[in-house]
Structures are given as structure tokens and as C-alpha cells.
């Protein structure tokens, strides 16, 4: 969002004075103005954080990527790739990346600002040899990346306890999301302010209308003006006999003709329910996250449940898995790590599982393809390996064999005559 001319240079004149500097001024009027949107609430990405679908959607986000274990890998040429466990940066991406928090929570932190606000930002600490010793979240709210106009490098201004700081680019690890210049990605609160707005404000409609409302259950209609006292004792006993669960269905005894009319819930109005379900699954859609994800069955069954799982996998979380990847080798590994074949990846094998019956019979044909040993089963399973003879060898079906082999074999003599046998060909 771009501000008005006159808005600019009134930030810019309000930051002579010092206490702001003209990006930061610039940052927060221009938060400040685009929260108001037509349904008539605030819509920030903290205000969006207390609206229960777009929690739930950031939650299942940040958690899923925080709980998939990350390695480090060689890929040698002409070899397969192992885990590295000695390498500097495996023990930062697998266990502890700071002094103050674990690998799952400072990914958790990291991912729940990037699927937010469309970025996340760490500190990258390097010892004498180069190599990444520290990484420390930093709020999205005070870190700005721009582009130096005097050697027209990337750089980040970051705000720590009242001072700003500029940090070169290889000091921050920025995993931006979709963005118009490939520096900085777009917030998804702000791109659809109108529709989270929307869901925000049904809700708080519903709130006040329980909290603030005129929540009768019934009206009491009474023929002519009661006097003072007998108003005092009939709203007494009313109140007395019949308020409160424990006096659900008593009768009441109603005097000089009073009747009761009970008075509907409104609420239970379908075309409400219905809007607020269709807000709930366009912020759904906005997320790429299913609905059963957020406890939303309405359209989920036992069949597709685990289908809808897997594309979860593939299409909300590879690419934001592969982001998080090539900024790690980008950022976190050196140009000579990465020229000896040095990678991070994420391992999803365990998102990709399907039920128990179908994970063993694909196991199986691995096997009896020759894919696997019995050793690598057992490895997937958890379970140690084994030392006898075999154990590690491939095993395929005994009726295949290459196509070398099948054209090299010297074809056997066809039968002649009718006696049925079969001479076989002299070498």
C-alpha cells in the first residue's frame, strides 16, 4: 500500500524530531492506515491472530513444519546422500539453534510469521572460521529490508531496545513469501483484509450479541399497569423460580391475566450459520489448509480424509518446505559446503505415511523388486538391524532378469515331429 504524498512528508517532518527514523514513522502509519477496511473492525495480523480460523490455520502451519525432522546431507558425486551429524550446522537445524530455545520452536516462531505476514527473519551469528554458530529470531515488526542506494546491496534495518541497526544480508536469514520483488513477500492479512474483516466482525457480532444483546427468553404481557409492589413481588418470584437450570420447566403462576409469550433465538437464522461457514473456508483456501485440519468435517469422510492428508503434504507444505530449504543452503551453508555437495532437507516420510496395511505392502514390493534390504525395512520401522548372512542383501523374483542377460541366453530348440521332445541346443 502506497501513502499519499502529504502523509510522507508529514513522517518525514515528524521523524526530524528524532524519535522515529523515516522508514520506521513510514511503517507504522502506513500499519496503522490500512487496518480499516469496509465491515468496520481493525484488521491487523494481531488483531487476525484472535479470529479462531486464522489461529487454527497458522497453527497447523507452524507446528507441522516445526515437528518434520531436518538434516544435513552430502551428496557426493556419483553417490547417495548421507546425513552429516559432525557438520557445524547440523546440531543448530536438528537440536538448538540459539542459547534460548530448541529447533522446534524457533522453526515454529519462524514459520508463524512467515505464514502471518508473508516474512520471517533470524540473526546469524558466525565465529572466526566462518562457520554458524548462533541463529536468533527477530519479530517481523522490527525488521525492514532495503536496498542501499550507495552500493545497492540488499540490507536490514532492525530496531533492538530503541536503537536501529543496518545488518548486510548475509547477517539475516529472511525466508520471504510470495512478494512483487523478490525481497520482501506480501502480508496474506493485508492482501485480504476484506474477508478475514468479514469473519472477524460475525463474530463479534455473535459476541455482543450474547454479551450486550437483549437475551430474553420470553415477554410477559399484562392487561393493565401493576402497582409498585406487586411489580417488586412478581419480578422477585420470577426471578426466584424462574431463572436459573435448576428451574427449567417449572410453572409459573401468572396473576390478572399476565400471559408469557416466549421469544425465538434469531441466531438460529440458517443464512448467518451458512455465512460464517463460507468465511471459514475461504480462510481455509487462503491458508491452503483442509477444513477437517481445523475440526471442519462437514464435507470429510473416512475415505477422504487421508487423500486430502497427503495433498496437504504435497501442495501446502512442499512449497514452503522448499523455501525454507534453499534459503538454509543459501544462507546458512557456505559457497564451499554447497560446491562438496552439502544440503539441508526437510524429511517428510512421516507425513506421507498411510495406514499401517498399505505402508507394509509398499514396503513389500520395494523389497521384492530388489529397492530395499531387509536391514533398510527394518530401519524405516524403527527396529535394529540384523547381522546374519542376507541380511542386507536385494532380493527380485526369480522370473525377472535384465534385458541383457534375456538376449545373451541361447534360445532352447523348438520341439519337431510329433513325439513331443525337446533337444536341447549343443554349445
Known amino acids: 500500500m502506497k501513502l499519499p504524498k502529504f502523509i510522507t512528508n508529514l513522517a518525514l517532518k515528524v521523524a526530524a524530531s528524532g524519535a522515529y527514523t523515516p522508514d520506521e514513522l513510514y511503517t507504522r502509519m502506513e500499519r496503522s492506515i490500512f487496518g480499516h477496511v469496509h465491515s468496520g473492525v481493525h ?4 488483531t487476525a491472530m484472535r479470529f479462531i480460523t486464522v489461529y487454527s490455520c497458522v497453527r497447523v502451519l507452524a507446528e507441522t513444519l516445526a515437528s518434520l525432522p531436518l538434516f544435513v546431507y552430502k551428496s557426493p558425486t556419483g553417490g547417495n546422500a548421507d546425513v552429516v551429524p559432525d557438520h557445524p550446522l547440523y546440531e543448530l537445524l536438528y537440536d538448538q539453534p540459539n542459547d534460548e530455545m530448541d529447533t522446534a520452536t524457533w522453526r515454529e516462531t519462524q514459520m508463524g510469521q512467515l505464514v502471518l505476514s ?12 566462518g562457520n554458524v554458530v548462533d541463529i536468533y529470531p527477530v519479530p517481523w515488526t522490527h525488521c525492514q529490508p532495503f536496498r542501499d542506494p550507495a552500493d545497492m546491496k540488499i540490507k536490514y534495518r532492525i530496531t533492538d531496545r530503541g536503537q536501529s541497526l ?19 513477500g506480501y502480508s496474506p492479512i ?4 476484506e474477508s478475514i474483516g468479514l469473519g472477524i466482525a460475525a463474530e463479534e457480532f455473535a459476541a455482543r450479541f450474547y454479551g450486550q444483546g437483549m437475551n430474553m427468553g420470553g415477554v410477559v404481557e399484562v ?5 409498585d409492589t406487586a ?5 422477585n418470584d420470577l426471578e426466584e423460580r424462574g431463572a436459573g437450570m435448576h428451574n427449567s420447566w417449572k410453572p409459573l403462576i401468572l396473576e390478572n391475566g399476565a400471559k408469557f409469550n416466549r421469544i425465538p433465538m434469531p441466531l438460529t437464522d440458517a443464512q448467518f450459520v451458512e455465512s460464517r461457514q463460507m468465511n471459514r473456508d475461504d480462510i481455509c483456501g487462503l491458508f491452503r489448509v483442509p477444513p477437517h485440519m481445523i475440526a471442519n468435517l462437514d464435507r470429510s469422510t473416512n475415505n477422504n480424509i487421508e487423500q486430502q492428508s497427503l495433498e496437504f503434504v504435497k ?12 534459503r538454509i543452503s543459501m544462507k546458512l551453508l557456505s559457497a564451499k559446503d554447497r560446491q562438496q555437495g552439502y544440503y539441508a532437507k526437510f524429511n517428510v516420510e512421516g507425513l506421507l505415511r498411510g495406514d499401517y496395511l498399505s505402508r507394509q505392502q509398499g514396503l513389500a514390493v520395494q523389497r521384492q523388486n530388489g529397492v530395499i534390504s531387509a536391514n533398510d525395512w527394518r530401519k524405516l520401522e524403527e527396529m535394529n538391524s540384523r547381522s546374519e548372512p542376507g541380511a542386507d542383501a536385494l532380493l527380485v523374483n526369480g522370473n525377472m532378469i535384465s534385458v541383457d542377460n534375456a538376449a545373451a541366453a541361447s534360445p532352447k530348440q523348438q520341439p519337431t515331429g510329433g513325439g513331443g521332445e525337446q533337444n536341447a541346443e549343443k554349445p
Open 223 to 227: 392487561q393493565s399497569e401493576m402497582s
Open 231 to 235: 411489580f417488586e413481588r412478581f419480578k
Open 43 to 46: 484488521v491487523t495480523e494481531e
Open 190 to 193: 493485508r492482501m485480504t483484509a
Open 315 to 326: 501442495y501446502t507444505m512442499l512449497p514452503y518446505l522448499v523455501k525454507w530449504e534453499k
Open 118 to 129: 508473508g516474512n520471517c527473519y533470524s540473526v546469524i551469528t558466525l565465529n572466526g572460521r
Open 166 to 184: 543496518i545488518y548486510p544480508a548475509e547477517k539475516v536469514f529472511h525466508v520471504p513469501g510470495l512478494g512483487f520483488d523478490g525481497i520482501m
